[in-house]
């Protein structure tokens, strides 16, 4: 165990590219739970998986072919809006058959195919912290902006349409929103963290939120600070990042003791 | 329009076929309109056809210019679990919160959750009432309150409007009487003023 390695500037760069992903996820998790649809962040993780597999593959950069499938996975989740839940897993279930073809057909494959589904977030470089900084830059004020619009479909669904308004454009640039940032948590930190910290946080934050702006803040906190305890833990004890953030999170949420029905 | 907010001409309406209509009336502003009728004549169908919610198969609905219509719908969400407060559903409509009854004033920063059904139910019908509209139109607003929330909506309904056109459902004929000045008894096409 080694504790030291937290203060080495070789992972500074990691660290503070996850803990910007950690502030942003819950909120993107926030407005997918509020409009039923937290189902949807696995799937644009696990499209953005297989996008960045096939981009390597393809000798293309890996952040650019995750972003690209999981846009093209936010896309169709707006025009198979009806589907619902049923589009999610048919997305979950080409992506993961996509990728472990990859995986079991291409050596270079199988190694990034673990480093994705393990969060080897001590890869991260730069480019994914230039990355990530310019899309937090961008999404924070989007998200305020949409923030009354995702809210009025859920609570008021005719609002828009008895003005003579349509609120469609603004609920599917929410999906491409979460479809970018989901897919460059997935490059960053893994499949497996990337979900947890987008699940996980806003569940605590509905059931303890005094109010929806406290809710927000709080879920930012839990994602902040799970992310931080998780990555000094995975370096100290040399273990893979995405399972401690993943355990560590599940772990927060038993400890708390969220009643089943609030789930 | 000649200060009519709402022309409504024979307006057939329905989902994959009619079924309700034809209903033809004019709404001003300042005027309660009152629809009424039995279970399935399809007063909330008609509703919904004034802003466009469901499909019109027949018949035309004129509205004046930049019209702004709030339309509060039967039912509500699921809302366990989210953490909004009543201040926080208010300001999504645009509703001011001056003029509530005391006993959800105090309570308006506290969780929608933890409010009883009927003061959910009256926090929800004030955001669309006092909502910026032209025209509100309420589908049975007396469903889920109790005896004070009634009276309050009764009271603040009868007070002087006059710069919108409400137009109400309800299969509560005390309600109808006491806050309408025109009454359409749905599926009869009979207009019945009010006193």
Known sequence: MSFELLFDPLFRVPFFTGLLLAGLLPLIGMYLRLRGEWLAALAFAQMASAGALLAMVLGWPMLAGGALAALLAALA??????????A?????????????????????????????????????????????????AGAVPVLLRLNRPLLLARFFPEFHQARGLDARPRLMLFDLLAG????????????????????????????????????????????????SLAFALSLAFDQPFGP???????????LLGVKSDRL | MDGILLRVTGLMAGYATPVAGPLTFELRRGEILGLAGPN???????????????????????????????????GFDD???????????????????AGLPPWLTERLDWRLDRLSGGQLQFLRLWA????????????????????????YLADWLGRAHADQGIVIVSHDPALIDRVCTRVIEVGVDKVVPVQ
């Open chain 1, 77 to 86: 989740k707006g025009i198979a809006a009806a589907a619902g839940a049923n």
């Open chain 1, 88 to 136: 999610y897993a048919l997305m979950m279930l080409l992506a993961w058959g996509a990728g472990v073809l990859l995986v079991a057909n291409h050596p270079l494959a199988e190694q990034a195919g673990h480093a994705l589904f393990d969060g080897q977030l001590y890869f991260t470089g730069e480019g994914h912290l230039l990355a990530v900084g310019l899309v937090c």
């Open chain 2, 79 to 97: 809302l366990r679990g989210v953490p909004l407060t009543g201040r926080e559903l208010l300001a999504l409509t645009g509703a001011a919160p």
């Open chain 1, 180 to 227: 970018v940032v989901i897919a460059l948590a997935t490059v960053s930190i893994g499949v497996m963290a990337a979900f947890a910290l987008v699940f996980v946080p806003p569940l605590v934050a509905y059931r303890f939120g005094r109010s929806w702006r406290f809710g927000l803040g709080l879920a930012a906190l839990i994602g902040m600070g799970g992310y």
């Open chain 2, 40 to 74: 399935g004549a399809g007063k909330s169908t008609l509703l919904k056809a004034l802003w466009g919610g469901v499909k019109v198969f027949g018949g035309r609905v004129e509205k004046a210019p930049g019209l702004a219509i709030s339309h509060q719908a039967q």
């Open chain 2, 128 to 151: 669309c009432l006092a909502a910026p509209a032209d025209i509100v139109l309420l589908d049975e607003p007396s469903n889920n309150l109790d005896r004070a929330g009634v009276d």
């Open chain 1, 244 to 254: 401690v953030c993943a355990v560590l999170l599940v772990a927060l949420i038993l």
